[in-house]
């Protein structure tokens, strides 16, 4: 993957429009070189990965930009009904081809639909389509023939009241017709079974083969897909709870009773470590999952993970599919000061097929990564879709921006700072600045008068009280000075306010 910068020349750049924005999702992430390798090649390989460091330096970017570079799964996972024990369902793995065939199979299976008109009269009349009196066709709807005002189809065993039973049914969307006739038909030297089906204001024609294609289907035991071949290959899992990590088994009020409740098979639900199965499984700020780190490690070693019901108070509790498939790529993400509270069996599995990245804070101030700072700018642009282009000198005012904060927050010199969340917040609300004053580009007094509105509160309250000490001190009420509580930041002494 080769650098986006292209010696661009500052005469060649207008606004923000003139810097291209790479097509490739990895080669957006800016100032970041060995995580972006490391990324592909985890992608390649199905390496895990490790992302240290603070917020807003792209470490999401980077997991998201990963699924890309892998293959599209190319696995189905279904939950199979077991009729010796419905609390114990299967579960089955289809292919993509197996996938194709079944489809194929389905479609085989449906018959071909045909016009009323071209059906034997016969079945159109007992279907409801065709008058018996008048020969007309109609919607089976109509119970009358619209044409000669004749009863379409008189049932077995009607008597003198079945017009008003009719009416009364069709009130209620009940017809008295027939849905499927069974006839027979001459096909060369010998007869042949043929059903025909009402299809709306199609008639569906099955012949023996599709018939018997259709027996061999019902033989099947019945199935649910929960986890389809078209999915996303990233599945994001950052504060997930136990249900949505692990998958569950919902509750019936019935416990599954085959007449009145919902069988087991068709109430498990996978969880994000059977949904990224073949993907990418995200997890930031893991160390925010505490215990459940276990059952991640777990998952990735045995490339399988059970779904049973959570809620022992529920019909679900009894409900259990064993060593359901999750062979994921794990991106983890944490801050330096949480590294030491992740569970050190899952640190070792990372580092045992995998890599750990500390994340860059900033980068070197030059021409090249100038070019990168723009390009980052046009992709916060493009991405927000709410905001005007921005002009060349606001750009500039950004990356010295940059440059300040890289100074001031990163203690490094001559760099530019890469907490780029924060930097497209700048950008954000320059944008709307230029937006409300229905301005065509982002011009350098716009980015001006943002550097004063998007500033941390903490920098706020310094300018207006001088410090937090002072600010929580002016702030509390009489009680709250006399409790010493309220004084964990600052003596009693320090603090002019207290008498």
Same mark, same amino acid.
């Given at each position: ?90 579960? @089955? ?48 709807? @109509? ?40 006839? =027979? ?59 949505? !990590? ?28 059977? @949904? ?63 590294? +030491?509270?992740?569970?050190?069996? !899952? ?13 860059? =804070? ?5 021409? @090249? ?5 723009? +390009?980052?700018?046009? +992709? ?60 065509? !580009? ?50 009693? +002494? ?6």
């Amino acid at each position: 993957m080769g650098s986006p910068y292209v010696n661009a020349s500052d005469s060649d750049i207008t606004d923000s429009t003139s810097v291209k924005i790479p097509s490739s999702p990895l080669e957006r992430v800016i100032g970041q070189p060995e995580a972006v390798r490391l990324a592909l090649v985890a992608a390649k390989q199905r390496r895990n990965l490790l992302l240290v460091g603070p917020p807003g330096i792209g470490k999401s970017m980077i997991a998201q930009a990963l699924s890309f570079y892998i293959p599209r799964p190319q696995q189905e996972i279904r939950v199979v009904h077991n009729p010796q024990q419905p609390e114990r369902p299967f579960f @089955e793995v289809k292919s993509a081809e197996e996938i194709s065939r079944e489809r194929e199979e389905t479609s085989y299976a449906e018959g071909y639909l045909s016009d009323p008109r071209q059906v034997p009269p016969s079945v159109a009349e007992r279907l409801g389509y065709r008058c018996p009196k008048c020969g007309q066709y109609s919607s089976y709807t @109509e119970i009358t023939c619209p044409h000669c005002s004749s009863q379409k189809l008189q049932g077995p065993g009607q008597g003198p009241f079945g017009d008003v039973f009719n009416v009364i049914g069709a009130a209620f969307g009940v017809q008295n017709n027939q849905e499927r006739v069974t006839s =027979t038909r001459r096909v060369g030297e010998r007869s042949e079974i043929i059903v025909y089906e009402r299809a709306g204001e199609m008639v569906r024609v099955l012949d023996e083969k599709t018939l018997e294609r259709r027996r061999k289907m019902e033989k099947k035991n019945p199935s649910k897909v929960i986890i389809p071949l078209d999915r996303n290959p990233f599945v994001l899992a950052t504060g997930a709870s136990e249900t949505e !990590l692990l998958g569950d088994v919902r509750h019936d009020p019935y416990g599954g009773h085959p007449q009145l409740g919902t069988l087991p098979y068709e109430r498990v639900v996978a969880g994000a470590v059977h @949904e990224a199965h073949e993907g990418v499984l995200f997890i930031d700020e893991i160390t925010h999952l505490g215990n459940l780190q276990r059952f991640i490690l777990t998952a990735m070693q045995e490339r399988s993970f059970p779904i049973t019901g959570r809620n022992p108070q529920s019909a679900g509790a009894s409900v259990r599919v064993d060593r359901v498939p999750c062979d994921f790529i794990l991106v983890a993400a944490c801050n330096i000061q949480d590294l +030491q509270t992740i569970l050190s069996p !899952l640190r070792s599995r990372i580092l045992g097929n995998g890599y750990e990245v500390l994340m860059e =804070t900033a980068m070197s101030d030059n021409d @090249e990564n100038r070019y990168k700072y723009m +390009q980052f700018i046009a +992709q916060e642009i493009s991405t927000d879709g709410k905001i005007p282009p921005m002009s060349y000198e606001a750009m500039q005012i950004v990356i010295e921006e940059g440059k300040r904060r890289a100074q001031i927050v990163d203690k490094k010199e001559n760099a530019l700072t890469l907490r780029l969340r924060e930097m497209g917040g700048l950008v954000r609300v320059a944008g709307d600045i230029a937006v409300i004053e229905g301005s065509k !580009l982002i011009e350098p007094a716009h980015v001006r008068e943002a550097l004063k509105l998007y500033l941390p509160v903490e920098e706020k309250i310094k300018r207006s009280y001088g410090n937090l000490q002072n600010a929580m001190s002016s702030e509390n009420t009489m009680s709250q000075r006399a409790e010493e509580y309220f004084y964990t930041y600052t003596s009693k +002494q320090d603090d002019p306010s207290y008498q």
